[in-house]
């Protein structure tokens, strides 16, 4: 097994992935709900974007190339989903759980899974190291370092309620707002990020014309 290659996959998508960055939004979107179901709700997230990451390891640039969906749009799209979750978290009118009917599910799924976990950094980097890969052995390799950022994600969140413990309601208010404007922060580079690619995407395009 390449253990190099292991390494740099793990670092990689721990980097953009980041479980502690993660914490102050999940908390945000989670620390009004019973223990149990916080864990529910982190448990459901990262095999959503366990199966995520995986599909588009698999199959992400076939799906993109059947749809004519280039990468930038999709970094797009997630920057305007979260742009809308930013909203809801800065201004407090975020639903409660118990109001949602099934809230835990939809929370943990939507941004939780994605596009906060499974995002567009990752979902592009797996994507890179497919196309690197020679071999069987080194998919196994992109395929161990997965589950092993996704386990990593998991503990994290598992043990983000000793953190609701110590903060309390108010506290839980007060990190509520900041993750919201992290997350807008987040959404507004996404965006950025997108257009940037477009303009050189389209630029090129017209170089070559």
């Known amino acids: 097994m390449n253990l190099k290659f292991l390494g740099e996959v793990y670092v990689t998508l721990l980097v953009i992935v980041d479980p502690p960055g993660m914490v102050p939004v999940f908390l945000a979107l989670t620390g009004t709900m019973p223990s ?16 995520v990451i995986v599909g588009f390891a698999v199959a992400g640039q076939t799906l993109l190339d059947y749809l004519h969906v280039e990468l930038p749009a999709l970094q797009g799209a997630g920057g305007l989903l ?32 994605t596009p906060l976990l499974a995002g567009p950094g990752a979902i592009v980097a797996t994507m890179l190291f497919v196309q690197r890969a020679d071999g069987l052995t080194d998919y196994t390799v992109i395929g161990i370092g997965i589950l092993l950022v996704m386990l990593t994600v998991w503990v994290v969140l598992r043990f983000s309620g000793v ?47």
């Open 36 to 51: 149990r179901a916080r864990m529910k709700a982190g448990t459901q997230a990262v095999l959503l974007a366990l199966g």
């Open 82 to 113: 979260l742009v809308l979750v930013a909203l809801q978290l800065l201004t407090g009118k975020t639903d409660e759980p118990a109001e949602q009917g099934g809230g835990t599910s939809n929370v943990a799924l939507v941004p939780i899974g």
């Open 163 to 209: 953190i609701v413990k110590l903060l309390r309601p108010a506290g839980i208010e007060v990190l509520t707002r900041i993750a919201g404007l992290l997350l807008a922060a987040i959404a507004v580079q996404l965006i950025a990020d997108a257009v940037d690619s477009f303009v050189k995407l389209y630029a090129a395009a017209f170089a070559f014309a």
